[in-house]
């Protein structure tokens, strides 16, 4: 495509799933026990949504990304010391929670407020990525709701891979119940793609793709507007974690057919 | 001769360089130290740029910090400190504002007794038990514990800080970030120094998308070189440019790096029921081998940290800092406090204990060295935090002093403007009075603390004569250690057995010699691999060489004891093929215990052993250590 995409990447952080995470009620109503103190990841969807935007941008001449990203603006600094290293993106930062208890509706509003209001976007080279599930406790409508307030009509959810063809059609490829593929082709841009894996590695740790974001991140953390996208007039009856039966043992190079066993083992009890 | 096994890593390619000012290895106390003064001198009054950069020119000084841990919260500790080189850097320190810190409030020095009888206890130390029984009634007594009546004044953190590391980290780490004026890059694990000639002019960082060897694989990025003018190494006790210089440039004569422990602790949320207060320290020793000692510092929400030191002058060949950690959690004085609670976060490193003997050369042409690794641990009083957070305002001060000057980073400026800054400070005048607090232990545990005492009472005047032996020239075999408990026969029986079932020996060899089984709760007495998974959080990523590498395969067929098996924090290390251990990657926890555990020294080289400790990625993912 001539002039290249304009990307914007809707994606924040989640508290690392392998913490202890203990839902408490605080005085703003729902949420994680100590979760200042816990380390935060790029919300794993959102991930893939970046790393797929960033490898698109490097192909498509003239591309720019940028990531969108609403969280407690402490912990968004602590990510970016890690997020910044892995590929070259511009950040808009709003300070609000990411516990979890955000209000989906909510927090589409504030993110299609945020990228009507960045300079320079060309709404007609918009591809608007996320992770299909973020933001939305699984109910994968965020994204939907973005793309509705900022007019983009192609929206493709649980996206697996995205091609360009050479005439600059979008094939995407979402998945569907049963295990099976949707393909679709759209003429082309402003389109929403909310993704599920995509096929892209973590990159590794750039030193220099790390020092050239940090001298716009740091500016855009300070700018970060304070937002409230809570769960006000919400209420939430109860929260609980899964129960857990945790009998931990690590095997390594079992043949399928010796846990497929075992698991059948487990479950006849 | 045979080749040391993965030297791929060194593979001549060609490589990115990118040119700062300063450099700096690990963000630790240390680092925080160093970054947070240095900081506050790069704007002037208006907030602009006070010193400029001469890597790059136009713009104000470029400070670059590399860390290995895949986040600057992912330290390993729980401290009590007196905490003056912190307070001196924030005059308004407010604890509340760091999560978990509290001030001390209680400490309790204990001497534990063997609830068990499995204890390996001499016979001196048998009498002193014996005594301590018959006298009970007129001694502060209670649940199989002594009390000492007073806590010795060197050890007193009177108006201290409890800090978790992990979460002391971030604060500092996230208020160097937000000024914007240093940058922390975490999972970034530095390869080595760059020496050129006998100048230190930057490092490598690691090659990443290689093999387990080192070997390029998919997605290959050399690792790149960074220059500058100076390198500040804060990498810990086992960091490998640290090393790597240590093996340049040697250690300064008569010092040695020949005392370490493992440290391995617990985050535990404590149960309803316990009626200990925030801010109460207690310190143990005596059980459960009369060379570990533990502590437990009770920070606010119900939450603890504790955790024992297993010394190198622990002299078995089967040693574990996990099931003695158990153990020692159990003992009835503990246990009252423990039971029903629950493990939050779990955690081991390594400590140099040879301290100001180990210390290194502190500076030399573009490098200095501060932290742990600088030998700035206090052996005598157990503090290393706020001594490792003063040597980094100390270097900073010095720096400063240079930048504005003027002055390149020469060994002879650096001498000047940090080491001697560095020999006139209380971390230096401390340091010197516990250089020898410790040397008692070398020969007994009843003699270590009549050492340990002199020294302490006498500030440093008074110590005991003796050496320090190095780890391994310390370790009998396992069947010279359980003469009499357990025979040979039975011994290679267990040895067979467990290598087998790929597993280590301790377990067996001490459930033989009357170490009851761990009943798991599933909540605090968990499984190993539990306390790594639900605890540590750990985890590694692929695309990286193996750190811990066995260099040469007929030492480790030739090794008997297979120490590194047994000591091994995370269970990483495990019985492998041909006598030679295999390594688990997303098993470890980076402490460094194999490096100083291994029995088999380098033929012509004594100082070294046969496992190489290098530059890796992943580990514990817990920021609540």
């Given at each position: 495509?001539?002039g290249?995409f304009h990307?914007?990447?809707?994606?924040?952080?989640?508290?690392d799933p392998l913490?202890?995470?203990e839902?408490i009620?605080?005085?703003?109503g729902?949420a994680?026990?100590?979760e200042?103190?816990?380390?935060?990841?790029l919300?794993?969807?959102?991930?893939?949504?970046l790393?797929?935007?960033?490898?698109?941008?490097?192909?498509a001449a003239g591309?720019?990304?940028?990531?969108?990203?609403?969280?407690?603006?402490a912990k968004?600094q602590?990510?970016?010391?890690?997020?910044?290293?892995k590929?070259?993106?511009?950040l808009?930062?709003l300070?609000?929670?990411?516990?979890?208890?955000a209000?989906?509706?909510?927090?589409?509003?504030?993110?299609a407020?945020a990228?009507e209001g960045?300079?320079?976007?060309?709404?007609s080279?918009?591809?608007?990525f996320?992770g299909?599930a973020?933001a939305?406790?699984?109910?994968?409508?965020?994204?939907?709701?973005?793309g509705?307030?900022?007019g983009v009509?192609d929206?493709f959810?649980?996206?697996?891979?995205l091609?360009?063809?050479?005439?600059?059609s979008?094939?995407v490829?979402?998945?569907?119940e049963g295990?099976r593929?949707?393909?679709?082709v759209?003429?082309?841009?402003p389109a929403?793609?909310?993704?599920?894996?995509?096929?892209?590695?973590?990159?590794?740790?750039?030193?220099?793709?790390?020092?050239?974001?940090?001298?716009?991140?740091m500016?855009?953390l300070?700018k970060a507007?304070p937002v409230?996208?809570?769960?006000?007039?919400?209420?939430?009856v109860?929260?609980?974690?899964?129960?857990?039966?945790?009998?931990?043992?690590?095997?390594k190079?079992?043949?399928?057919e010796?846990?497929a066993?075992?698991?059948?083992?487990?479950i006849?009890g | 001769?045979e080749?040391?096994?993965?030297?791929?890593?060194?593979?001549?390619?060609?490589?990115?360089?990118m040119?700062?000012?300063?450099?700096c290895?690990?963000?630790?106390?240390a680092?925080?130290?160093?970054?947070?003064?240095?900081?506050?001198?790069?704007?002037?009054?208006t907030?602009?740029?006070a010193l400029?950069?001469?890597?790059m020119?136009?713009?104000?000084l470029?400070?670059?910090?590399?860390?290995?841990?895949?986040?600057?919260?992912?330290?390993?500790?729980?401290?009590?400190t007196?905490?003056?080189?912190i307070?001196?850097?924030?005059?308004?320190l407010?604890p509340?504002?760091?999560?978990?810190?509290?001030?001390?409030?209680?400490?309790?020095?204990?001497?534990?007794?063997?609830?068990i009888g499995?204890?390996?206890?001499?016979?001196?130390?048998r009498?002193v038990?014996?005594?301590?029984?018959?006298?009970?009634?007129?001694?502060?007594y209670?649940?199989?514990?002594v009390?000492?009546?007073?806590?010795?004044r060197?050890?007193?953190?009177?108006?201290?800080?409890?800090?978790?590391?992990?979460?002391?980290?971030?604060?500092?780490?996230?208020?160097?970030?937000a000024?914007?004026?240093?940058q922390?890059?975490p999972?970034m694990?530095?390869s080595?120094?760059?020496?050129?000639?006998?100048?230190?002019?930057?490092?490598?960082?690691v090659?990443?998308g290689?093999?387990r060897?080192g070997?390029?694989?998919?997605?290959y990025?050399?690792?790149?070189?960074?220059r500058a003018?100076l390198t500040?190494?804060g990498?810990?006790?086992?960091?490998?440019?640290?090393r790597q210089l240590d093996?340049?440039?040697?250690l300064?004569?008569g010092?040695?790096?020949r005392?370490w422990?493992?440290?391995?602790?617990?985050?535990?949320?404590?149960?309803?029921?316990c009626p200990?207060e925030?801010?109460?320290v207690l310190?143990t020793?005596?059980?459960?081998?009369?060379?570990?000692?533990g502590?437990l510092?009770?920070y606010?929400?119900?939450?603890?940290?504790l955790?024992?030191?297993?010394?190198?002058?622990?002299?078995s060949?089967?040693?574990?800092a996990?099931?003695y950690?158990?153990h020692?959690?159990?003992?009835p004085?503990l246990?009252r406090y423990?039971n029903?609670?629950t493990?939050?976060?779990?955690g081991a490193?390594?400590?140099?204990?040879?301290?100001?003997?180990?210390?290194?050369?502190?500076v030399?042409?573009?490098?200095a060295?501060?932290?742990?690794?600088?030998?700035?641990?206090?052996?005598l009083?157990?503090?290393?935090v706020?001594?490792?957070?003063?040597?980094?305002?100390?270097?900073?001060e010095?720096?400063i002093?240079?930048?504005?000057?003027?002055?390149?980073?020469?060994?002879?400026?650096?001498?000047?403007?940090?080491?001697?800054?560095?020999?006139?400070?209380?971390?230096?005048?401390e340091?010197?009075?516990a250089?020898?607090?410790?040397i008692?232990?070398q020969?007994?545990?009843?003699t270590?603390?009549?050492?340990?005492?002199?020294?302490?009472?006498?500030?440093g005047?008074?110590?005991l004569?003796g050496?320090?032996?190095r780890?391994?020239?310390r370790i009998?075999?396992?069947e010279?250690?359980y003469?009499?408990?357990?025979?040979?026969?039975?011994i290679?029986k267990i040895?067979?057995?467990?290598t087998?079932?790929?597993?280590?020996?301790?377990?067996?060899?001490?459930?033989?010699?009357?170490?009851p089984?761990?009943?798991?709760?599933?909540?605090?007495?968990?499984?190993?691999?539990?306390a790594?998974l639900?605890g540590?959080?750990?985890?590694a990523?692929?695309?990286?060489?193996?750190?811990?590498?066995?260099?040469?395969?007929?030492l480790?067929?030739?090794?008997?004891n297979?120490?590194?098996i047994?000591?091994c924090?995370?269970?990483?290390?495990?019985?492998g093929?041909?006598?030679?251990?295999?390594?688990?990657?997303?098993?470890?926890?980076?402490?460094?215990?194999?490096v100083?555990?291994?029995t088999?020294?380098?033929?012509?080289?004594?100082?070294?052993?046969?496992?190489?400790?290098?530059?890796?990625?992943?580990?514990?993912h817990?920021?609540?250590?």
């Open positions: 495509m001539s290249g990307i914007v990447v809707c994606g924040s952080l989640v508290p913490q202890t995470l839902p009620t605080g005085p703003g729902p994680l026990k100590n200042m103190m816990l380390p935060s990841v919300d794993p969807w959102a991930a893939h949504a790393y797929e935007a960033a490898h698109l941008a490097k192909k591309s720019k990304v940028w990531l969108v990203s609403l969280g407690p603006k968004l602590q990510l970016m010391m890690s997020l910044a290293q590929v070259p993106f511009e808009v930062a300070d609000g929670p990411a516990g979890g208890f209000d989906s509706y909510e927090v589409a509003a504030v993110l407020q990228i960045i300079a320079g976007l060309d709404r080279r918009l591809l608007l996320g299909c973020s939305s406790r699984d109910a994968g409508v965020t994204m939907q709701m973005i509705e307030r900022l009509a929206q959810l649980a996206v697996d891979e091609t360009v063809q050479d005439d600059g979008l094939r490829m979402e998945r569907i295990g593929y949707l393909v679709s759209c003429a082309g841009p929403v793609l909310a993704w599920a894996t995509g096929h892209l590695p973590e990159p590794p740790n750039s030193p220099q793709v790390g020092m050239m974001n940090m001298r716009a991140i500016p855009a300070q507007k409230k996208v809570g769960a006000e007039g919400i209420a939430f109860n929260v609980e974690l899964p129960q857990q039966r945790r009998e931990t043992r690590i095997v190079d079992a043949p399928v010796e846990i066993r075992e698991i059948v083992a487990w006849r | 001769m080749e040391p096994a993965n030297s791929s890593t060194s593979l001549h390619v060609e490589r990115q360089s040119e700062v000012d300063i450099a290895v690990g963000f630790g106390p680092m925080g130290g160093f970054l947070h003064t240095l900081s506050r001198a790069l704007v002037d009054g907030g602009q740029p400029p950069s001469t890597a020119p136009g713009m104000p470029q400070v670059v910090c590399y860390e290995r841990a895949d986040d600057i919260g992912f330290g390993v500790s729980g401290v009590v007196r905490a003056r080189g307070r001196t850097s924030f005059p308004a407010d509340a504002q760091i999560p978990m810190a509290h001030p001390v409030t209680k400490e309790r020095v204990l001497y534990l007794l063997d609830p499995a204890s390996r206890r001499s016979a001196s130390l009498a038990d014996a005594l301590v029984r018959a006298f009970k009634w007129m001694l502060p209670e649940e199989c514990a009390q000492l009546p007073y806590v010795p060197f050890l007193r953190k009177d108006g201290g800080l409890l800090l978790s590391i992990g979460q002391f980290n971030q604060w500092a780490g996230a208020q160097l970030m000024s914007g004026l240093v922390i890059w999972g694990p530095v080595g120094p760059l020496i050129e000639g006998d100048r230190v002019a930057g490092v490598r960082l090659d990443q290689t093999d060897a070997n390029p694989d998919v997605g990025m050399p690792g790149m070189d960074i003018a500040v190494v990498d810990g006790p086992v960091g490998p440019v640290g093996d340049h440039f040697g300064p004569e010092h040695h790096r005392d422990a493992v440290g391995m602790k617990m985050v535990v949320d404590l149960p309803e029921t200990l925030p801010g109460t310190h020793f005596g059980y459960p081998e009369p060379e570990i000692f502590f510092y009770v606010p929400d119900r939450m603890a940290s955790g024992i030191f297993v010394p190198s002058t622990l002299d060949p089967a040693r574990t996990y099931r950690l158990q020692w959690m159990m003992h004085y246990w423990l029903g609670g493990i939050r976060s779990w490193k390594t400590l140099q204990e040879s301290a100001r003997r180990g210390e290194p050369h502190l030399g042409e573009g490098y060295r501060i932290g742990e690794g600088s030998g700035s641990t206090n052996v009083t157990g503090s290393g706020d001594e490792a957070w003063t040597t980094g305002v100390l270097l900073a010095g720096v002093e240079l930048l504005k000057a003027n002055k390149p980073f020469t060994e002879e400026n650096l001498e000047a403007a940090y080491v001697k800054r560095r020999r006139t400070s209380w971390v230096e005048k340091g010197r009075a250089e020898r607090a410790r008692g232990f020969r007994g545990f009843l270590g603390l009549i050492g340990m005492g002199i020294a302490g009472l006498t500030g005047k008074l110590s004569p050496t320090s032996k780890p391994y020239e009998p075999s396992l010279a250690y003469k009499g408990r357990i025979s040979p026969e039975e290679e040895r067979k057995e467990t087998e079932a790929g597993s280590s020996m301790h377990d067996a060899l001490m459930e033989r010699c009357g170490w089984k761990i009943p798991y709760d599933g909540k605090l007495l968990v499984s190993h691999q539990d790594l639900v540590g959080k750990v985890q990523a692929s695309g990286y060489a193996d750190h811990v590498v066995f260099l040469y395969s007929h480790c067929e030739r090794c008997e297979k120490l590194c047994e000591v924090s995370g269970q990483a290390i495990t019985p093929a041909h006598g030679v251990p295999q390594f688990d990657r997303e098993k470890c926890v980076h402490c460094g215990a194999c100083w555990n291994c088999m020294p380098l033929d012509g080289d004594p100082e070294h052993a046969n496992i190489e400790f290098r530059a890796g990625s992943g580990g514990l817990s920021a609540e250590n």
